[in-house]
């Protein structure tokens, strides 16, 4: 009898999924919404496979088969799996590297998937390109209706803040705050009709919408320079993108978005597709 019950516990237990992110606080309700969106998206499909979310933060210990999801982690995730040794152990699905260096080999640190070419050629294995996972938040949450009265808005890195409003004060008016709840982006992010963002995360999040946007140049103190947005347009098929637009008091911002390439919807579509069934993959097999 007492057997019988257990095996049926056991079936019906909850499975559970980890997931790291680069948060300190990973109880936190909301923060840099690119970094949160890992916990974001798999809680978002975690819920129609009665699975578990585990949040796990840059400062804590990592358990055995874990996952990445978003951000430029991997350095991140071979320092933890150097670190902890075996009992850890990470599988990346979607992160990028945060600058061009080489990642050694470690058994414990799997690729299932990669942001762009420019970090799986870094990798010591093949592994899969496809693009940020980014890209779904556009099937998790629905842009609310707005007319687009607005012209430009802007997304700005923390790092860039400063040094943007002093040489743009009024744009204080027109910012995307990225750093809000999820409801309340979108919110704003739905008022305008082109963006121009100095994150990485803010110009994915507009291509997920088919919402116009560039990238910008404010300072030299985001890690990594250009690699991340290059690795990741290249990833959705601008093999001509270089460098992030340099800007000053000058710079017309509409005009620079609207001769900015931008991806067709069909090409995002077709890379959310693949994202989301990796990702179910992943769900059916625990």
């Not at 629905?142 to 009265?149: E, G, I, S």
Request: glycine residues 6%.
């Amino acid at each position: 009898m007492h057997t019988e019950f257990y095996f049926y516990i056991e079936k019906f237990k909850m499975k559970q999924l980890n997931i790291l992110a680069s948060i300190k606080d990973p109880t936190a309700k909301h923060g840099n919404l690119g970094d949160m969106f890992g916990y974001l998206l798999l809680e978002h499909y975690c819920a129609q496979y009665s699975v578990n979310i585990n949040r796990i933060g840059v400062h804590e210990k990592i358990p055995e088969d874990t996952y990445a999801f978003v951000g430029s982690i991997i350095h991140l995730c071979h320092k933890k799996v150097k670190e902890q040794g075996d009992g850890c152990s990470i599988n990346v699905l979607g992160c990028g590297l945060i600058k061009e260096d080489k990642i050694p080999y470690n058994k414990n640190l799997r690729f299932l998937g990669v942001r762009g070419p420019k970090t799986s050629n870094l990798l010591p294995e093949d592994a899969d390109v496809i693009s940020d996972p980014g890209l779904l938040i556009s099937k998790i949450f629905k842009l609310p209706y707005n007319t687009q009265t607005e012209e430009v808005g802007f997304i700005i890195h923390s790092v860039d803040r400063k040094a943007f409003f002093e040489m743009f004060p009024s744009a204080k008016n027109n910012l995307i705050d990225n750093y809000k709840a999820p409801h309340e982006f979108l919110e704003q992010l739905s008022r305008y009709k082109y963006v121009v963002s100095s994150s990485l995360h803010g110009v994915i999040f507009c291509h997920a919408y088919g919402i116009p946007v560039c990238s910008i140049k404010v300072t030299e103190k985001i890690t990594g320079g250009d690699f991340k947005y290059t690795d990741y347009y290249q990833s959705i098929g601008n093999t001509q993108f270089a460098t992030r637009h340099t800007i000053d008091e000058s710079t017309n911002f509409r005009d620079l978005v609207a001769k900015e390439w931008q991806p067709e919807k069909a090409n995002i579509e077709k890379i959310q597709n693949k994202q989301k069934s990796l990702i179910i993959n992943v769900l059916k097999s625990l």
